[in-house]
């Protein structure tokens, strides 16, 4: 571009900004009341030509709970920009990490946008628009030479915008997205034209939250989503990204207009190779496993707990959960007992066996008592301390994220410091000493430690072992105060406690309420006891993909609360 050294920054001087910068500017941001963007046609976001269905509610007089309006996590962002430009996104990793909250990244009461959100997404998507600009065929195959520059940059506003957007795009967008265009085009190339074009499509609100605004008028206290908003909801659920062309033209053409189609479709769409991050990142959260990247063992103790050894056990969860969820049966048992592992020549020594030529699964000595994701060595090391085991950690993970019964905080005169390893040759005995130092600790250590005693077979990195100090090791325990007669009676080992947890209909509730937080991106609340009972219904039989497949038909997935005041 002639006399610049980029091309302007449209999106700051088209109110772009400041209106993102009001819809996060408080915790819980709530849309408007029936308000359009700057940049929308008319009262509806959507278009207000979308086919709709009356879906069948499993609660038809209850309200539905109020969601705040959501703002893309950093996940979601990646992959929703991956997914519509087929750019590398790495740049992404320099927006603001999300607060969690439940475990989970993506709960929208506290997704807001600070002044450094809105510096970075400027920042990020000049990047982006960048290195998408460089090939503009790539984001539409367009001919500006044979058809002109004008006539392709306006199929290509149409074409993006309605991906960006995730709906038709109205005469006011396409406005908006070619006086961008014109703007980087004016003494400059069509290439840098088509960069600030996208540019304002990655500033915009309708690409940055997941509004809905549809049937603005309807004030009922549940309205039904419109075939875009439904389309919106499946895509991030299922693949953490928004719809592609093929999900937004089954909404034009009002496929998604019945609570069996909504299920064939989320069904097709676990079958994509997409729907791998999205289950991912969920148990990446709900185990806790992506904390690995931050876990450090005592070097002295620990040697062998090197960076490659890290970058194997991150790797071991997903391909894990892909293995079961995809060609395997699906089920919750499968993933809470199978004694397989995902290995290379770096991690094999850790579970005792041969590394295969290359990275993949092999099956564990029976003797050593795997038991699925349980003894995973990157979520043992996770759940332990830099020198040590943790039975506390280990079972307060089990208490608290499969039986959803998280122990109270510590009381704040109580001394919570690690025994050192000194302090007795076992973790069982140092946890007796320690306990016997203040009687109000042992209400809470007793939920946690019978449990996470089950886990000293395997020490701090996640190896088998079946002495500490020279003494043989009682793994045995119990599950106490859950009222579930699966749970009920001590276990031998963590593979015995495994096989209770698997039958166990609270875990399958507990898991259930995990999704359900996941999916919804807030906690449950009175309101979505019709949701939770059908989630928990569905999931009976133990599997997850069904539990996934029958979230959408929930009564929080397919309806929302009236954009009222």
């Not at 628009?129 to 002109?148: F, I």
């Not at 609340?525 to 009972?533: N, Y």
Request: aromatic share 6%; charged share 20%.
């Amino acid at each position: 571009m002639q006399g610049s050294a980029r091309p302007p920054r449209l999106a700051l001087a088209t109110g772009i900004a400041p209106w993102l910068l009001l819809l996060g500017c408080s915790t819980g941001a709530e849309p408007p009341p029936g308000a359009a963007p700057s940049g929308s046609a008319g009262a509806s976001a959507s278009g207000g030509s979308s086919p709709g269905f009356e879906p069948e509610a499993s609660c038809p007089s209850q309200p539905v709970p109020r969601t705040p309006l959501r703002r893309l996590t950093r996940f979601e962002y990646r992959n929703a920009v991956t997914d519509l430009l087929g750019v590398e996104a790495s740049v992404t990793a320099d927006l603001p990490a999300d607060e969690v909250t439940n475990s989970f990244d993506n709960n929208a009461r506290v997704l807001t946008v600070s002044d450094l959100h809105a510096e970075k997404y400027v920042l990020v998507s000049e990047a982006l628009a960048k290195s998408a600009a460089t090939d503009p065929r790539r984001l539409s195959p367009c001919d500006e030479r044979a058809k002109g520059e004008e006539a392709c940059a306006r199929e290509l506003a149409k074409s993006l915008g309605r991906r960006a957007f995730r709906r038709p795009v109205t005469a006011d967008d396409e406005a908006l997205l070619m006086a961008a265009y014109e703007a980087g085009r004016t003494g400059g190339s069509y290439a840098e034209g088509i960069e600030v074009m996208v540019r304002a499509a990655l500033q915009s609100p309708h690409f940055l939250y997941r509004l809905e605004l549809g049937s603005p008028a309807d004030t009922r206290e549940r309205v039904p989503l419109d075939a875009y908003e439904l389309a919106s909801r499946l895509s991030f659920l299922i693949w953490s990204s928004g719809p592609d062309d093929a999900l937004l033209d089954a909404a034009s053409r009002g496929e998604l207009g019945s609570n069996e189609q909504l299920r064939q479709r989320a069904r097709t769409m676990l079958a994509d190779p997409r729907a791998e991050r999205a289950i991912s990142h969920f148990f990446q959260q709900w185990t806790g496993a992506q904390r690995l990247a931050i876990t450090t063992k005592s070097p002295d103790a620990f040697p062998e707990f090197t960076a490659e050894v890290k970058e194997a056990m991150a790797a071991e969860l997903p391909a894990f959960v892909q293995r079961v969820l995809g060609a395997g049966d699906g089920t919750l048992r499968t993933l809470l007992t199978e004694p397989v592992a995902y290995v290379n020549a770096a991690l094999a020594p850790f579970y005792g066996v041969t590394a295969p030529s290359a990275p993949g699964f092999v099956t564990l000595p029976l003797e050593q008592g795997r038991s699925g994701i349980l003894t995973q060595a990157g979520l043992l090391s996770v759940q332990g301390h830099p020198d040590q085991t943790s039975p506390v950690l280990r079972g307060k993970f089990v208490r608290s994220m499969l039986l959803c019964e998280p122990p109270p905080m510590a009381p704040m005169d109580v001394d919570i410091t690690v025994p050192e390893v000194t302090e007795g040759a076992t973790a069982r005995d140092r946890l007796a000493l320690h306990l016997s130092a203040g009687s109000s600790c042992s209400g809470c250590h007793q939920l946690m430690d019978p449990i996470g005693l089950a886990f000293e077979s395997f020490d701090a990195v996640g190896r088998y072992r079946t002495q500490e100090n020279g003494v043989t090791l009682d793994t045995s325990g119990e599950v106490t105060g859950t009222g579930d007669a699966a749970l009920a009676g001590r276990f031998a080992n963590v593979r015995e406690l495994g096989e209770k947890l698997a039958e166990s209909a609270k875990v399958k509730t507990c898991l259930a309420t995990q999704w359900f937080r996941f999916a919804s991106g807030r906690s449950e609340g009175d309101a979505d006891t019709c949701s939770l009972g059908a989630l928990s219904t569905a999931f009976a039989s133990g599997d997850v993909r069904e539990l996934i497949v029958e979230s959408t038909q929930t009564d929080a997935f397919l309806f929302r609360s009236p954009n009222l005041p």
